[in-house]
Structures are given as structure tokens and as C-alpha cells.
């Protein structure tokens, strides 16, 4: 199993990786899309009616992106106009002058995550009878994911509006046994990347390598799309999708965290 840096702060990441880390979280606006986004200088701020944290998030797009007081009290007031609490990803492009404000405003942490990437070059692909790819969210497969998730998370509506919002080439995979369906996940492919997630597995079929055969199949449609690297987010206490990416040969590339300011702060 590889080892994952836990102790890895927002600002340990090696230069020589600081644009791989641009590269995936531009292309996760992408690959993630909220119903509704908007620009506000360095940053983009997503709304997605509280299903997801990097879809109700503010996240910066550049090395060093800052925020002076007006425009963070701006994005505070906009989802405290959405009925949502401020959030705000404190990723390695975060500037040291925003990363303190944010701690000094009180915002708490929600979730702590790591970006992990695997080059694909040495992937050679396996044929997969069980698994069954479409390139649009099914309902069938939006309410299989649903189901198997906790929380906000089983809200068929929510899932919809942010996968039916996918432009770019994707995959929506599910995994069959005996004609039931028992794990899913996707991937959306922009610009020689593709990024891996809602994984899910249900858990009267999980410990027979379902999800490891799903992911390594998501990531054979990947490979055949021209991608030279795949990436993810996973929760850094998931000790289990650490266990299974690190096999699968991903490597931590950086480490987040989302933070919120409680509506009555």
C-alpha cells in the first residue's frame, strides 16, 4: 500500500507540482459542474443547493490567489443569501494573507481531503464484461448512486443537476453481478486528464474487488481517450479508498482542506 502524507500542510507541495495541482482544480469545475457558478477575480464560486463541499465552495485558480476583506465579505453574503454557510477551500494555491483571514474569521474545518494522480502511460487496459459504461447519467445510475450514499448525498435532484451539467466526454460506469447492479463511478476526461470519482460500492458486495475493477476500468476508458493521467479527491480519514487508490498506484499530490463559517457567525 503506498503511504499518504497525513501530516502534509496546505503549503507542502513541491514547486515542480504546484501545476499539476492548478491543472486538476481547474478541470474539477469542470468535471464537478455546479448549477450555478461565478468568477470573482482569482477565484470560482459554486453553489449546488448544499449537495457536495467542492460544489458550494469558493476555491482559487491561480498560485497565491488572494482575497481582500470586500470581496471574501461578498462571497460570505452570497450563500448566506443562498441559504448556504460560506465555504471555502483552503487548497496549496490559497495566499498566506487569505489563509489567515479565513482561519481568523473563524471559519471551522468541514473535511479534509488529498488529491491523488496516477500517470497512465503503463496502463494496459482489461477487458470488463461486468462493467457496463454510458456516456450520460442514466436515472438508473444516478439512483444507484444515490442510494448507496448518507445524508444530502441521497438526493436523486441534487446528483442530477450536477451530472446532467457534464459537457465534457465522460463515463458513467456501473458494475454487474448476476444482472445487479452492486458498484458505481464515473469519469469526465478534459485536455489529456481525466478525474476519477463517486465511487461507490454497496456494501452487501463489497470485500470481492469490485470497486478496485471498476476504478481500473474507469481508468482503461481514461487511457483509450488519449489521457496520459488520472486524478481524484478522497477524504483523508477514508482509510479503506486510501488503501485501494494507493494499489492502484496513485500518489498523494496535495492536501486541502474545506472550511465553513457557521451561519450565525
Avoid at 470586500?70 to 465555504?87: H, K, N
Avoid at 481508468?219 to 481517450?225: D, F, L, V
Wanted: one cysteine or more; a negative charge; proline letters at 5%.
Amino acid at each position: 500500500m503506498a503511504e499518504f502524507q497525513k501530516g502534509l500542510s496546505q503549503d507542502g507541495v513541491d514547486q515542480s507540482d504546484l501545476g499539476l495541482v492548478l491543472d486538476c482544480e481547474r478541470r474539477i469545475v469542470n468535471a464537478w459542474p455546479s448549477p450555478a457558478t461565478l468568477l470573482i477575480g482569482d477565484w470560482v464560486v459554486r453553489f449546488a443547493s448544499g449537495y457536495s463541499g467542492r460544489a458550494n465552495s469558493a476555491s482559487p485558480l491561480k498560485p497565491g490567489a488572494e482575497l481582500d476583506e470586500a470581496t471574501l465579505a461578498l462571497i460570505e453574503e452570497l450563500y448566506r443569501a443562498d441559504g448556504l454557510p460560506p465555504c471555502i477551500r483552503l487548497t496549496p494555491l490559497v495566499g498566506e494573507a487569505t489563509r489567515a483571514a479565513v482561519l481568523a474569521r473563524g471559519y471551522r474545518v468541514k473535511d479534509a481531503s488529498f488529491g491523488l494522480i496516477r500517470a497512465l502511460a503503463d496502463l494496459v487496459p482489461e477487458a470488463e464484461p461486468e462493467l457496463e459504461i454510458e456516456a450520460r447519467p442514466s436515472q438508473e445510475w444516478i439512483a444507484g448512486v444515490a442510494a448507496r450514499q448518507t445524508g444530502i448525498k441521497q438526493d436523486v435532484d441534487k446528483l442530477a443537476a450536477i451530472v446532467d451539467a457534464v459537457r465534457l466526454p465522460a463515463a458513467f460506469a456501473t458494475w454487474m453481478v448476476a444482472g445487479e447492479s452492486v458498484a458505481f463511478g464515473m469519469a469526465v476526461a478534459e485536455r489529456g486528464m481525466a478525474e476519477i470519482g463517486s465511487v461507490v460500492v454497496d456494501p452487501a458486495h463489497r470485500g470481492h474487488g469490485f470497486g478496485r475493477r471498476l476504478v481500473g476500468g474507469l481508468m482503461g476508458w481514461a487511457r483509450a481517450m488519449d489521457c496520459e493521467q488520472a486524478y481524484l479527491q478522497v477524504d483523508q480519514t477514508n482509510a479503506v479508498a486510501l488503501g485501494l487508490y494507493g494499489s492502484l498506484g496513485f500518489r498523494q499530490l496535495y492536501a486541502y482542506e474545506t472550511r465553513v463559517l457557521d451561519l450565525g457567525a
